[in-house]
């Protein structure tokens, strides 16, 4: 009900797990902003797992955008429920979540093409531009 203050309560629990864990890391502000997007089902309780989770289980020292989509429930995606945008920009935003979801777990473009069935060129210019636009 309240996402203004979802950066103060990330930065308060950012602090309680680096604390906990002895882990230093960071989130970098577009993380902060997808959070600010998601509609929190789970309430408080759900974005302080989340982040407990985040510190224990992210490999960089900046927990990024793309350390989130596979956290946030499959339902919600990018988008949240209360959010109405045009659908191009949808179609964009998903098909950029399925090839950072991809790209995550398979690493190369020919694995990524064979997998969402399109082709390895498509792949390679589609990721190129969604880390020229920093969408992840």
Request: charged content about 35%.
């Amino acid at each position: 009900e309240r996402k203004e203050d979802i950066p103060t309560i990330t930065k308060h629990l950012m602090s309680k797990y680096i604390r906990k864990y002895g882990i230093e890391k960071e989130i970098s502000a577009d993380a902060v902003e997808l959070l600010k997007k998601y509609s929190w089902p789970g309430n408080i309780r759900e974005l302080e797992n989340l982040i407990e989770r985040l510190i224990i289980t992210s490999e960089n020292p900046v927990i990024e955008t793309g350390d989130l989509v596979d956290l946030l429930s499959p339902c919600e995606g990018i988008l949240g429920y209360d959010e109405i945008i045009p659908l191009k920009k949808a179609k964009e935003l998903v098909e950029a979540e399925m090839l950072m979801k991809a790209y995550k777990q398979y690493k190369t473009t020919r694995k990524i093409a064979e997998v969402l069935e399109v082709d390895q060129s498509t792949v390679a210019k589609k990721i190129k531009k969604i880390k020229d636009l920093n969408l992840y």
